[in-house]
C-alpha cells in the first residue's frame, strides 16, 4: 500500500514558468512533509519542508503548499531554471516514525 | 561543517569479499540513517540509528551489518553479498529522529 503518490513520473516546463509538482498520501495521520531534489548519481538533497499545522512554507523560489483536507501537497518553483531539472521526491512522516517517500517526479527544464 | 561524507565513492566486489561502507558527520545529528537506492526508485530505509542505539532493522538480510561506533560515524559492513545488492546506498543524519535528513552523496556498490 503506497502512503505518499506522486502520480507524473515526469513534468516538462519552460524555462522561466512555474513549476507545480504534486504529492498525495493516504494517512491522514502524517503530521510532517518534505520534498528532495535529487541529480542522477547524487543523494537526495532535502529542498524544503512543511508541518501539519502550516498551509504554506516559503523558501526563494520554493513554496509547499499543504492541503490536510485533501492529503495533498504541493511544490511550486518559480521562475523555473534550467538547474531545476531533477528529480523530486515527496515524503511525509507521523510522530516519531520513519519517513515515507514517493516514487518520484522527473522536472524536465525546457529552454 | 554542514555535510555528510560517504566513504569509498564507488565499490566493486565479489561475492566472497568482505567490506565496509563510512558515513560521518560533525552537526551533532543524533539520528543516522541507511537507505539502499536502485536505479529509478526512491530510497528505502535500512536501518535507523538514535543516539548510537540501533532504533529500526527494516527486515535487512544479516548479510548487512550496522554499526555505529559514536555519535558522528556509521559504517555498514558487507558480507558474503549477492548481484542483486548492487545499488547506491546512502547515508543520511537529522539532528533528531523525524528532523529534517541531510543526505550524503552515497556509495555506488557493485557486486560481481
Known amino acids: 500500500d503506497q502512503q505518499v503518490k506522486q502520480n507524473s513520473p515526469s513534468l516538462s516546463v519552460q524555462e522561466g514558468r512555474i513549476s507545480i509538482l504534486n504529492c498525495d498520501y493516504t494517512?491522514?495521520?502524517?503530521?510532517?512533509f518534505l520534498w528532495y531534489k535529487k541529480y542522477p548519481a547524487e543523494g537526495p538533497t532535502f529542498l524544503i519542508s512543511?508541518?501539519?499545522?502550516?498551509d504554506k512554507n516559503e523558501d526563494g523560489r520554493f513554496t509547499v503548499f499543504l492541503n490536510k483536507s485533501a492529503k495533498h501537497l504541493s511544490l511550486h518553483i518559480v521562475p523555473s531554471q534550467p538547474g531545476d531539472s531533477a528529480v523530486y521526491f515527496c515524503?511525509?512522516?507521523?510522530?516519531?516514525?520513519?519517513?515515507?517517500f514517493g516514487k518520484g517526479t522527473r522536472l524536465h527544464i525546457l529552454p | 561543517d554542514t555535510e555528510v561524507t560517504q566513504t569509498p565513492k564507488h565499490l566493486v566486489m565479489g561475492m566472497t569479499n568482505k567490506k565496509s561502507l563510512k558515513c560521518e558527520q560533525h552537526m551533532g545529528h543524533r539520528a543516522m540513517y541507511w537507505y539502499k537506492q536502485k536505479a529509478k526508485k526512491p530510497p528505502e530505509l535500512m536501518f535507523v540509528y538514535s543516539y548510537e542505539k540501533l532504533s529500526i532493522n527494516e527486515s535487512v538480510p544479516s548479510r548487512f551489518s550496522p554499526e555505529c561506533p559514536n555519535s558522528s560515524l556509521l559504517n555498514l559492513h558487507l558480507h558474503a553479498l549477492q548481484p542483486e545488492d548492487s545499488a547506491l546506498y546512502l547515508c543520511?543524519?537529522?539532528?533528531?529522529?523525524?528532523?529534517?535528513?541531510?543526505f550524503g552523496p552515497g556509495t555506488r556498490l557493485t557486486v560481481l
Open positions: 515524503a511525509a512522516s507521523r510522530g516519531d516514525d520513519k519517513i515515507i
Open positions: 512543511i508541518s501539519s499545522i502550516k
Open positions: 543520511a543524519s537529522s539532528l533528531q529522529l523525524t528532523d529534517t535528513q541531510y
Open positions: 494517512n491522514s495521520m502524517f503530521d510532517y
